[in-house]
């Protein structure tokens, strides 16, 4: 666990620990809450109950779950794998056939900042024994709607770990990927906007250079105070979820 990378074995887990695993060549990583004995419960997407962003974003996120035939279900999950909401599935139905990582809590500003989107937070998680709690309660009473960017897999974990969730009303949940991604348009807009400069500075290296230089690092620094604010640790629209029954 580091810097470089997040990836840990499965014998070195322990009840409570959030854990992901990227999807599509690292695009987004879906994630849950390890439970014991290789249990996982997190929460899926499925036909008709996930409202998309309305972009391109929604074909490239499909169901997180592994397709297994209907004939043929997974021996260890039985029908829950294929099933969506908040569900408890095998490890190795979780992963997909990918690799396994821990999300890291209570990071410090320069590691989070050091670190991919979705994969740390500057918030503290609460005792192995709430965050289990909380896991089964959702997977007993559910987690609302799949929203890819209010309310999805990793709003989920956070959730289960910290005890809290974003207002209904916010724009984007506390998911550490849907953040970056809100970040990351305006930046990308604002380096396009720049390419116009660039062209009438051709006629000086020197200039054209300090331009394209000036427009990453505004872009970068657009990116990073976006993704800082919207972070379940330092964000204030977030409320402390109250358990009934």
Same mark, same amino acid.
């Given at each position: 666990m580091g810097v470089v990378s997040n990836k840990v074995e499965r014998e070195n887990l322990k009840p409570g620990d959030h854990i992901y695993s990227w999807r599509l060549a690292y695009a987004y990583s879906h !994630?849950?809450?390890?439970?014991?004995?290789? /249990?996982?419960? !997190?929460?899926?997407r499925g036909d008709g109950q996930e409202i998309g962003t309305g972009t391109g974003l929604d074909h490239i996120i499909g169901s997180s779950l592994p397709q297994h035939p +209907? #004939?043929?279900? @997974?021996?260890?999950?039985?029908?829950?794998?294929?099933?969506?909401g908040v569900i408890s599935s095998c490890i190795d139905c979780f992963l997909s056939g990918g690799d396994l990582y821990r999300y890291e809590y209570g *990071?410090? +500003?320069?590691?989070?900042? =050091?670190k991919a989107r979705g994969t740390c937070t500057l918030a503290l998680s609460e005792s192995e024994e709430q965050v289990i709690h909380r =896991?089964?309660?959702?997977h007993c009473m559910g987690f609302g709607v799949y929203h890819?960017?209010? /309310?999805? @897999?990793? #709003?989920?974990?956070? @959730? @289960?770990k910290t005890g809290l969730k974003v207002?209904?009303? =916010?724009?984007?949940?506390?998911?550490?990927?849907?953040?970056?991604?809100?970040? =990351?348009?305006?930046?990308?807009?604002?380096?396009f906007l720049s390419v116009p400069l660039a062209v009438l500075a051709r006629s000086s290296p020197l200039v054209y250079a300090a331009t394209k230089i000036g427009s990453l690092v505004a872009s970068y620094g657009t990116y990073c105070v976006k993704r800082?604010? /919207? #972070?379940?640790?330092?964000?204030?629209?977030?409320?402390?979820? *109250? +358990?009934e029954g």
């Open positions: !994630h849950g809450i390890y439970v014991d004995k290789g /249990n996982v419960i !997190h929460f899926t +209907l #004939d043929n279900p @997974c021996p260890i999950c039985g029908d829950e794998s294929r099933s969506a *990071v410090t +500003l320069a590691f989070f900042f =050091a =896991a089964f309660y959702f890819v960017m209010k /309310n999805n @897999c990793e #709003d989920f974990a956070l @959730c @289960c207002f209904p009303t =916010a724009k984007v949940g506390q998911s550490g990927q849907a953040a970056s991604f809100q970040a =990351a348009a305006p930046a990308t807009f604002q380096a800082y604010i /919207n #972070d379940t640790g330092v964000r204030r629209d977030v409320k402390r979820v *109250v +358990l």
